[in-house]
């Protein structure tokens, strides 16, 4: 005679096996994209202020070392100075 309650759980193991490394790959998949930053050119990045807004005002960037220093950007890829300013630009909330 079978014992159902074994054939259960083998069978919730088994679709376990199969579901959760499905499930990790689509975490990374989604991790990897949301680290993924823009180019410069794509966010017409500048390193000048633009009417008065520049990017050490900005929610995204990521300041260096002193308040003159460059910096960075969790949007825009690469070196961004505090004086810089581009189409993603979001006055922090004070």
Known sequence: ?????????????LSGVVVLPALAGLVLTQTATAEAKGSQAQFKYQKTPSNGKKCSQCKFFVKGSSATANGSCTLVAGTIS?????????????
């Open 1 to 13: 005679m079978r014992d159902s309650s074994n054939d259960l759980s083998r069978r919730n193991f």
């Open 82 to 94: 505090p004086n810089g300013w581009c189409i993603a630009y979001a006055k922090q909330s004070s």
